[in-house]
Each structure stands twice: as C-alpha cells, then as structure tokens.
C-alpha cells in the first residue's frame, strides 16, 4: 500500500543553520505531497504543497520538489530561526489524478525540528 | 474565519466512563476525518466521512463510534473509556474530491486522559 517515510528525529539546529528534512513515499498513479507543521500545543497547518511531478512547493522560506524519479519530497529552508521549531509531517493524498474515487491523506510519523538561537 | 472547531480542548475521564468530543466546519466541506495523536505514531485515522451520510473506519477504530451529524458536524464518541485511549485527538475536514489540491484542515485538538 501507499506510505510515507520520514527521517528520524529530533532534529536541533542553531539559528540561521541550512534545514534539510527526508520525505520518500512509495505510491501508485500519481498522488499530490504535502508538507504540515505542527507548532507546540497546536493542529497540523499546511505548509506547502505538490500536485504533480517536478513542481516545487514553496512557503514562509520553506521549499519542497516533487521528485518521481527518486520518489521524494524532501523539506528545506536556508536560514531557520527559533520560530520554526515544530513537528513537521508529510504527507501524500491516497488518490489518483485521474478523476477517481476519493482517497485519503496518508502521513509520515513526523519530525520534530528544535532551533537554537 | 472559524475553520474546524473541536470542543472540548482538554478532558480527563474515570476509566469506563464516556464522553463526546465535537467537532464542526463552517467551510462547507464534504469530507470530515478524526485522527488520534500519540509519540512515535504519528498521526492515526481513526474514522472518517466521506460525505453527510456516511462513515468509515479507519487505521484504529475499535473503541471508538462516530456520527456525522449533518455537514458541518462530526462527533467522535468514546463509549467506555481506557487507559489506552489518553491520547491528543485531532478533526479535520477537506473537499472531498479536491482534497488532492487542497489537503486537510485541521482543528486545535483536544486532549485527553483516561486515568
């Protein structure tokens, strides 16, 4: 079935580090990728989105391509700060493009991203 | 704008009691999801509708019941509460058929703990 891998975290940067966080899936047809964030004591907000191969996903600095080839959408931002600490999760919708039934969105375990200033 | 609205945002309940929690969506969306919330485990579906009228099961639903009231409501009720069901419960709702463009949107959550 459809699913989601996600790196292990946590992950801790210092403030104005390079963010890199691992999505691959693995899915038949051709399902759209989201990135959620999770801020402390909140719901999931959707951070960005692909429906489509080689579209890139952007937002708040937060960047993500839609790789086919590799099967990935990974998260990056150049520069974190202190505010962006929160659990991250990917996501794929469990449907295909092609006018069908209904599917679901299937998510990653999440990671938690912690900055330091 | 509203959005998903889940009350209460926190509980605690005697094992073997019950309780409700509810959820609403003034987006006119068709399609509504509860989700449970544990560390290590992500995000876990427990049921969800597809459209007013209709319910499904989902990752984990045993010990769980729902009922889709009407379009903007989605009840998520625990008949005899346990231990095992502490845990952060999250609502969502979509377009249905145009969740695949738009995703989710999630409600604040409700937390709760059986004890």
């Known amino acids: 079935g459809n699913s989601v891998t996600q790196m292990e975290g946590p992950v801790t940067l210092s403030e104005e580090a390079f963010l890199t966080i691992n999505c691959t899936y693995t899915?038949?047809?051709?399902?759209?990728l989201f990135w959620y964030v999770q801020y402390p004591g909140e719901g999931l907000q959707l951070l960005l989105k692909?429906?489509?191969?080689?579209d890139k996903g952007s937002n708040k600095g937060f960047e993500a391509t839609y790789r086919k080839e590799t099967t990935s959408f990974h998260l990056e931002k150049g520069s974190v700060q202190v505010s962006d600490s929160a659990v991250y999760f990917c996501a794929l919708s469990d449907q295909q493009n092609y006018g069908g039934s209904q599917g679901n969105l299937i998510f990653g375990k999440g990671t938690k991203l912690s900055v330091k200033p | 704008n509203a959005g998903v609205t889940q009350t209460p945002k926190f509980q605690v309940l005697k094992t073997g009691q019950s309780m409700t929690l509810q959820c609403a969506q003034d987006m006119n969306h068709n399609s509504m999801y509860w989700y449970r919330q544990d560390p290590g485990m992500g995000l876990r579906l427990i049921y969800y509708s597809a459209s007013e009228g209709t319910t499904d099961k989902g990752e984990v639903p045993n010990g769980y019941n729902v009922s889709r009231l009407n379009k903007r409501e989605f009840s998520l009720r625990l008949e005899s509460a346990a231990p095992s069901q502490t845990s952060v419960y999250f609502c969502a709702s979509s377009e249905g058929s145009a969740q695949q463009y738009y995703g989710y949107t999630f409600g604040s959550g409700t937390r709760l703990t059986v004890v």
């Open positions: 692909a429906t489509k191969a080689d």
């Open positions: 899915a038949t047809g051709y399902p759209s």
